[in-house]
């Protein structure tokens, strides 16, 4: 069974820290996505990546990047120098990639507060 | 932007009554999918369409139903809602994009059962 776990429920920096939030993974397919979502006070869901399970490449964005490493199933997101507009709630996020998305599993969320 | 619109976007209702909730989306997607968001839970799957009239339950689906006459709408009916389905409900689809499997939620609908 897919399960997505992120052990972080709540986590507080100040401004210009860089900050990790974790997400490990659980799934017996060979292929899979995973994705990563933020979600700020206003209540919407915003897309931020998605990986294939076949490419661990990390990736960078502006001040976002991304670590993914199969051996340890895990699909970590760091936020350089972080704002306080990066406050919001994060959801990694996991989908078998034969399930065309009715096994999207997401994980309990990280809240992040950045403090001025 | 995918095109995702939702209606109502707050609703208060009483326990026992008839509850459906609208997910319309513009860009002719076959998936479309409905959420629960829940403190503590993440996102947790209702139920799900491939195609108009072929749906699917999710991980949550008790006390839930759903129906897609058309491609563009995917409608969830609760049909005697209860205090336990106090809950932000969020539709999606998934879109495949420049090869890419990626999926997009609506602005999600705030519902109260009292």
């Known amino acids: 069974a897919q399960k997505v776990t992120q052990a972080q429920t709540e986590i507080s920096v100040v401004e210009k820290e860089d900050v990790t939030l974790d997400c490990v993974y659980e799934?017996?397919?060979?292929?899979?996505?995973l994705f990563w979502y933020k979600q700020p006070p206003s209540g919407e869901l915003v897309f931020l990546i998605r990986?294939?399970?076949?490419?661990?490449q990390n990736e960078i964005s502006g001040r976002y990047s991304w670590n993914f490493q199969k051996s340890t199933s895990s699909f970590n997101f760091t936020i350089t120098a972080s704002q306080v507009v990066d406050s919001a709630v994060y959801f990694c996020a996991l989908s078998e990639a034969a399930s065309y998305g009715q096994n999207f599993v997401f994980g309990p969320g990280t809240r992040l507060s950045v403090l001025p | 932007d995918a095109g995702i619109t939702q209606s109502p976007r707050h609703k208060v209702t009483e326990t026992g009554t008839p509850v459906t909730l609208r997910c319309h989306q513009t860009?002719?997607?076959?998936?479309m999918y409905w959420y629960r968001q829940d403190p503590g839970h993440g996102l947790r799957l209702i139920h799900y369409?491939?195609?108009?009239?072929?749906?699917d339950k999710g991980e949550v689906s008790d006390g839930y139903s759903v129906s897609r006459s058309k491609t563009e709408d995917f409608l969830l009916t609760l049909e005697s809602a209860t205090s336990s389905q106090t809950s932000v409900y969020f539709c999606a689809i998934s879109a495949v994009r420049a090869g890419r499997y990626e999926q997009y939620f609506g602005p999600g609908t705030r519902l109260t059962v009292t």
């Open positions: 860009e002719n997607h076959r998936y």
């Open positions: 990986r294939n399970s076949f490419d661990e």
């Open positions: 799934t017996r397919d060979t292929t899979y996505y």
């Open positions: 369409s491939y195609g108009v009239k072929d749906t």
